[in-house]
């Protein structure tokens, strides 16, 4: 067992936190091309993602990218300053704000898409084919069921 103590900088956590902040950094870079924040562009994609579904209510956008809704607003917020996105009241509940793309959101997106999916593989590329096992793993520990099927404590 890792005594804390002895070695923090080896303990699980701390080199989760580590390789997080290794990612987050490159993604900022990268995004940084095309003057958007990571959480911007996760909203803009969970909105491009959505868009099949017709409106989003600016809650379940929070929902489904796993963000504060407050934060989520705020960013919003910006992104409709901006001209990416468009908030106008909800067609059916009166209190929420539905939220779809623009054009230019919709646009700046795709050209977006793909720096952020060049990030993710410069980063785990040295997991190799263990990626899936990875994001299954991190998955689990999040509390959500993995895409495959994995057998905690063994190693």
Do not use: Y
């Not at 900088?9 to 989760?16: K, P, Q, S």
């Amino acid at each position: 067992m890792l005594e804390l103590l002895d070695e923090p900088a080896e303990a699980t956590g701390f080199l989760l936190w580590q390789v997080e902040n290794l990612w987050q950094r490159r993604q900022r870079a990268a995004l940084g091309a095309f003057d958007l924040t990571p959480v911007q562009f996760l909203l803009l994609s969970g909105l491009a993602a959505a868009r099949r579904e017709g409106s989003v209510k600016q809650a379940a956008l929070a929902r489904r990218c796993r963000t504060d809704p407050m934060m989520t607003s705020q960013v919003l917020r910006v992104l409709e300053k901006a001209g990416l996105v468009e908030r106008t009241s909800h067609a059916r509940d009166g209190r929420a704000l539905s939220v779809g793309l623009t054009q230019a959101g919709m646009e700046l997106v795709r050209r977006a898409a793909p720096a952020v999916e060049e990030v993710e593989r410069a980063v785990f590329a040295v997991l190799g084919a263990d990626v899936p096992a990875f994001s299954d793993a991190l998955r689990l520990l999040l509390g959500a069921r993995p895409r495959r099927r994995i057998q905690a404590g063994t190693g």
